[in-house]
């Protein structure tokens, strides 16, 4: 058990140093329907480095939700290692994974997931309050995360009163407000028209370019296309892994 825990060490300190903020083994994820297995994620080695800008692509049962659900942290896998930022994920309890989904990964969903009766500053503010931040750091960090998507003019506007690309703003806000390791986007366009949408894609790439990390689940060639590597899921499998940029 003890050479089993150093050698996790060892190779999550050799990632750190090798700039890997992603690293999984033979990751599996099975669910049990019945008396059949489900594999929705089978067997995916990925690495993925600081400063990347990753789509994951597939179609429908493709496997692409489950593995970023894995990826975040959201979810635990059936087997296999994954490493963030040098951290084993299934070495962690769940104050530890809880810190790493705050820390670490910053989420921004289709549906925005904002609270709907507080203004877009205290909605950015909301990671920095479950980390206990002090209230008058945390509203200059919170106000600083506006004006990096452009939107401090609205901090006092509730989700209301924004339109749908200013809300996803306003999420993407607050997934930087802890400046953390990953950028993990599901869908970030999929409530949005066609220009609002590439409004909030010009926006990714700005961010890219300032050296944030982002990994973007997708089924859309169009939103792909943004990034500079593409990782296609088919059956849980890892179909094909090519730079495109």
Partial sequence: MAEAVQEAVEVGENLRRDGVVIRTY???KTYIMGNEEIHAVSGVDVE??????????????????TLMNLIGCLDTPTSGRYFINGNLVSDLDDDELARIRNKEIGFVFQTFNLLPRAT??????LPLIYAGMPAER???RAKQSLRQVDLEP?????????????RQRVAIARALVNNPSILLADEPTGNLDSATGNEIM???DRLHQQNNTI???????DIAVHAHRVIHLRDGKIEKDERVK
């Fill in 138 to 140: 945390r509203v200059e």
């Fill in 202 to 204: 010009a926006l990714f």
């Fill in 48 to 65: 993925i480095r600081r400063g990347e800008y990753v789509a994951i692509m597939g179609p429908s049962g493709s496997g692409k939700s």
């Fill in 26 to 28: 033979d990751l599996w």
């Fill in 215 to 221: 990994i973007l689940v997708t089924h859309e060639h």
């Fill in 154 to 166: 609205r901090m006092y506007h509730k989700p209301n009163e924004l339109s749908g690309g200013q």
């Fill in 120 to 125: 877009a500053l205290h909605n950015v503010e």
